[in-house]
């Protein structure tokens, strides 16, 4: 309305221009000029522009009791009749308040409810849809036994002869109706699912797809109708209703494989004509592929994507490109026509087609870069784009594809519109030179230089602690760099706005400083921040100069005087961390006057030994040894003593490993929290309790097999789709193995008794079966756990044994209806029964905790020495650097330090070997430290294979050895 009066007003203006003179006059015999008449025209439209954003919400003020009160006239029929604008408009007020938050009574719900359904006796179409809606939203607020009313009133309208009451009101029956109440509409979706109208077949399927929640089994009965609607024409091939019935039949045979794998090699054949099914086709397909890539139809499938890539709608052929680039393990040329026809999306003149091929080429350049590198001429293009986002996109893409030539005129292109982008894109173009800086060491400076030069712009904490945490990891991974970058962080903490940056800073400074050339230079850095800063960056600041002055001699005198102002702080801790300072620090120095021996006195540590706990890392997180000490207060040893080496094994979360990118230094966070101790977070003591293995020592058995060392993740003995579900977790203990198998009945008219598994092994000597807890009774639909003990000989050493599994029950017929049993549930009754499982492999990795309780790693292995280290060479049949890493982590059992787990893009065969640094604490509490070193070998046609260089150290030779020989 407002633009009509702007153009109207437009138009006047222009006539009062022709009135008052020619062509060639304007206002008071002013030359007209199109600047003028422009200028006029904007005026205007910032009038109208304000009037707009000056103009209240009609439902900015409502109130629930004014609302409530308003809405008795749905019982007047002369207004419902007459008047279904008002309706509407109080039906909209009644959703405004729901939206907003306003929680309505039990009676003031039930009211509404009843006042909203006098609404159908209107015929008014607009007044129907808000009702519908308003039904589906207050419907879980409702009381059940209410809703029941308002069935027939929507099942009348599901028989109407009106399209857009049958469908409308189908959905709203799907999200009101409970499994007993949907057989007696069951009929009519049926039908509706084939119906002639594409909205109604839509909405019958989508209404099934959601009903298949509430009762499975009488969805499933509708495949025949869904595989019609999918095929026929009798809706015209409508792309939504076919793309609705895909997703519902995928989602009735979601749960056996074998179904799903033929209804795709089904559907590759014959193509459905709808983009979008098409889409979602190519989505179930790679899923399919990503189970088992050497299927035996994986080729027809891998054709299929690529057939894909010729079809004539933009949606599918991007879909197919990403969906052959995400494939895993696939080999560069494999995938050179899906980055040609992303090559091709590049110059598109949509944007969002743009965004989609610049993200998808984004994420191949993090593994293949060099698959990509022909489309560098398009990507520098975008570089320009007007959408930000793309142009990040195709900024840091370059990155990881450019040459060391291109690196400097592609950073001055950066700088140009940093200032211009969000911070999540920020975050990107920093991991971006990041990557490039590990990947060219020798442009290290230019490149951290920008770092800090972003450091010192703008931004929030993400952004500003990515550039932190990429500065530290170009530290520790380029040593030459470690001083130049220590002065940028300084640099950044006397401006920092962010209390937990300046503390993992000051840490990592208390750490580094005192072993550069120049200590002494960091002293000034570190004592603005006790004068100028909040109370736990004063702490933090206390403790990082303490260091100093233990490591550093020459300054101690200097550092005490710096302390000692800080015993007047008006915060607690901070007094404290200064009073514990100065006692070591003059302890030292006590210690050092007395002695005539030592030469070296930063050696020196405080008499009782309280320095460790303030300049070594912990041997675990917070979080583990939080956990570490639940454990030990359930099963205590009076006699032993409450040091690290006697907390039970907790082994760490190595999600953030296998992905850098959510921390790329969790060292530096880690400290972090031990510079400010109040900052630390710590899970409450209720998420200890729900451990499942707290539950192992309620069990006498179980209980006097001492501490238990650690348990395995859990392994499938049987398909997801037979009669019994059986899965094993092993725990290990110093001297037994327990194997937990959890067992589940899905046979509704089946129950077992007597219900126990049994094991046969080649190897006696090394196990021994000492005990079996059985399952006495299994119904339907639950799982139990059924325990068996093994005691492992100490005098054998650890090797691989299998075991041959079989599941021996007896088996009770169920009466579906009553749910007895037919017979005595003591086992005297019923059939015997033996079920085959899958073998059961117990091997050394499974004697492996991925726990690291020697700090750091080359500390670490310089205190184990070469004493018991095993040193071997491999030739592994690996055929990708990245597949040999993980396939080293599974031999071996072991957690990745540093984040050697990661392999950083490199030339696989002319780059350098990977090297791997693996750690572990084995059975017994046996620190094992393993250094590999990776390298691929090729010929001139194809990669062949790789070699596994390995040093194993630990303080038992035989388990340095075991370790060893898991490699094969």
Same mark, same amino acid.
Request: charged share 20%; hydrophobic share 40%.
């Given at each position: 309305k407002n633009k009509t009066i702007m153009i109207a007003d437009a138009n006047n203006s222009y006539a009062q221009i022709g009135q008052q003179g020619s062509i060639g006059q304007g206002f008071n015999d002013q030359p007209l000029t199109i600047g003028g008449v422009l200028k006029e025209i904007q005026t205007l439209k910032d009038k109208f522009k304000n009037e707009d954003e000056d103009e209240p919400s009609p439902y900015q003020m409502l109130e629930k009791a004014t609302v409530l009160q308003e809405c008795r006239v749905f019982n007047d029929s002369n207004v419902v009749t007459n008047n279904p604008k008002r309706c509407c408009h109080l039906i909209t007020k009644l959703l405004h308040l729901l939206t907003q938050g306003e929680t309505f009574t039990s009676n003031e719900v039930t009211d509404v409810f009843f006042g909203v359904t006098k609404l159908f006796q209107s015929k008014d179409h607009n007044l129907r849809r808000m009702m519908y809606l308003f039904i589906k939203e207050v419907a879980e607020a409702t009381n059940p036994d209410d809703v029941i009313i308002v069935t027939s009133s929507l099942t009348k309208d599901m028989n109407s002869s009106e399209d857009l009451y049958r469908a409308n009101s189908i959905r709203v029956l799907a999200r009101i109706i409970d499994a007993a109440m949907l057989g007696a509409i069951e009929r009519y979706l049926k039908q509706a699912i084939n119906d002639k109208n594409p909205i109604v077949a839509s909405s019958a399927?989508?209404?099934?797809?959601?009903?298949?929640?509430?009762? &499975?089994?009488?969805?499933?009965?509708?495949?025949?109708?869904?595989?019609?609607?999918? $095929?026929? @024409?009798? $809706?015209?091939?409508?792309?939504?209703?076919?793309?609705?019935?895909?997703?519902?039949?995928?989602?009735?045979?979601?749960?056996?494989?074998?179904?799903?794998?033929?209804? %795709?090699?089904?559907?590759i054949k014959s193509t459905p004509k709808s983009p979008l099914a098409i889409c979602l086709l190519i989505r179930y397909a790679v899923k399919m592929l990503n189970g088992d890539l050497n299927a035996a139809n994986a080729k027809s499938t891998y054709q299929f994507l690529e057939s894909c890539l010729r079809n004539r709608n933009e949606i599918v052929i991007y879909e197919a490109a990403r969906a052959i680039c995400n494939l895993p393990s696939i080999e560069i040329n494999d995938i050179s026509s899906a980055v040609t026809v992303l090559q091709l999306s590049l110059s598109s003149p949509k944007s969002t087609l743009r965004y989609g091929a610049m993200k998808a080429l984004s994420e191949i350049a993090s593994r293949h870069p060099l698959a990509i590198v022909k489309c560098n001429e398009e990507m520098e293009i975008l570089i320009t784009d007007p959408n930000r986002s793309i142009a990040t996109?195709?900024?840091?893409?370059?990155? =990881? *594809?450019?040459?060391?030539?291109?690196?400097?005129?592609?950073? =001055?292109?950066? @700088?140009?519109?940093?200032?211009?982008?969000?911070?999540?894109?920020? %975050?990107?173009?920093?991991?971006?030179?990041?990557?490039?800086?590990?990947?060219?060491?020798?442009?290290?400076?230019?490149?951290?230089?920008?770092?800090?030069?972003?450091?010192?712009?703008?931004?929030?904490? !993400?952004?500003? =602690?990515?550039?932190?945490?990429?500065?530290? !990891?170009?530290? $520790?991974?380029? &040593?030459?760099?470690?001083?130049?970058?220590?002065?940028?962080?300084?640099?950044?903490? !006397?401006?920092? !706005?962010?209390?937990?940056?300046? *503390?993992?800073?000051?840490?990592?400074?208390?750490?580094?400083? &005192?072993? *550069?050339?120049? &200590?002494?230079?960091?002293?000034?850095?570190?004592?603005?921040? %006790?004068i100028l800063e909040s109370a736990s960056v004063r702490a933090a600041a206390v403790s990082s100069l303490t260091k100093f002055a233990m490591k550093v001699p020459s300054l101690r005198s200097s550092v005490i005087v710096l302390l000692k102002r800080s015993l007047s702080d008006e915060d607690n801790e901070v007094r404290d961390r200064a009073t514990l300072s100065l006692y070591m620090i003059q302890s030292i120095e006590t210690s050092v006057e007395n002695s005539t021996e030592n030469e070296d006195d930063s050696n020196f540590a405080a008499p009782n030994d309280i320095s460790p706990m303030l300049f070594e890392p912990l041997p675990m997180s917070f979080d583990s040894l939080e956990k570490a000490l639940d454990l030990y207060s359930m099963n205590e040893s009076p006699n032993q003593p409450l040091v690290f080496t006697s907390l039970p094994i907790v082994e760490e979360d190595i999600t953030s490993s296998k992905n850098p990118k959510m921390n790329p230094n969790p060292r530096l966070e880690e400290n972090s929290k031990m510079a400010v101790g109040q900052n630390a977070s710590i899970p409450s003591s209720s998420s200890m309790n729900s451990d499942p293995t707290n539950d192992l020592y309620k069990i006498p058995e179980i209980a006097s097999l001492g501490r238990l060392f650690r348990s395995t993740s859990s392994i499938a003995l049987t398909e997801n789709e037979t009669e019994y579900l059986v899965h094993c977790v092993k725990h290990i203990f110093d001297s037994h193995v327990v194997f937990d198998f959890s067992i589940n009945n899905t046979i509704p008219d089946q129950m077992l008794v007597q219900v126990e598994v049994v094991l046969e092994s080649q190897d006696d000597e090394l196990y021994k079966i000492i005990s079996t807890i059985p399952i006495p009774l299994l119904k339907y639909g639950k799982k139990r756990a059924l325990l068996v003990i093994l005691e492992r000989d100490l005098g054998c050493q650890i090797e691989s044994s299998t075991f041959s599994c079989e599941l021996h029950f007896k088996v009770l017929d169920v009466d579906p209806s009553t749910g007895e049993p037919d017979g005595e549930v003591d086992g005297t009754d019923g059939f015997p029964e033996e079920y085959p499982l899958e073998q059961l492999e117990i091997s050394p990795p499974d004697y492996m905790a991925k726990v690291n309780n020697l700090g750091d790693f080359r500390r670490g292995w310089e205190q184990l020495g070469t004493d018991f280290e095993v040193v071997e060479k491999f030739a592994l049949q690996f055929r990708r650097l990245e597949e040999a890493v993980s396939g080293v982590l599974d031999f071996l059992g072991m957690q990745a330090c540093d984040g050697t787990g990661v392999v950083q893009p490199r030339n696989e065969v002319l780059g350098p070997p990977h090297t791997l640094h693996l750690c572990g604490v084995f059975v017994g509490n046996i620190p094992v430290l393993v250094r590999a070193q990776l390298g691929m070998t090729k010929t001139e046609e194809e990669t062949i294979g790789c070699i596994l260089k390995i040093a194993v150290r630990s303080n038992d030779p035989d388990v340095s050895r075991t370790i060893a020989d898991c490699i094969h």
């Open positions: 399927l989508v209404s099934g797809y959601s009903l298949y929640y509430v009762s &499975p089994e009488v969805v499933k009965r509708w495949q025949n109708e869904v595989n019609e609607a999918l $095929n026929s @024409s009798n $809706n015209g091939g409508n792309d939504m209703v076919q793309y609705h019935a895909l997703a519902l039949l995928y989602q009735c045979k979601c749960h056996d494989r074998l179904a799903v794998t033929k209804l %795709v090699s089904q559907l996109l195709a900024i840091t893409t370059l990155l =990881k *594809t450019g040459t060391e030539g291109s690196i400097d005129r592609l950073m =001055k292109q950066i @700088s140009t519109f940093m200032g211009d982008i969000a911070d999540e894109f920020k %975050v990107i173009v920093v991991d971006a030179i990041r990557e490039l800086c590990l990947r060219y060491p020798q442009k290290n400076r230019m490149l951290v230089g920008y770092l800090a030069t972003f450091l010192r712009e703008e931004g929030g904490f !993400e952004f500003k =602690k990515a550039i932190a945490d990429s500065i530290v !990891e170009v530290m $520790n991974s380029i &040593p030459d760099t470690k001083e130049n970058c220590l002065f940028h962080l300084c640099d950044f903490i !006397e401006d920092c !706005e962010f209390a937990a940056l300046s *503390t993992q800073i000051l840490h990592l400074i208390g750490s580094i400083g &005192p072993f *550069t050339s120049a &200590p002494s230079r960091y002293i000034r850095y570190i004592y603005n921040r %006790v």
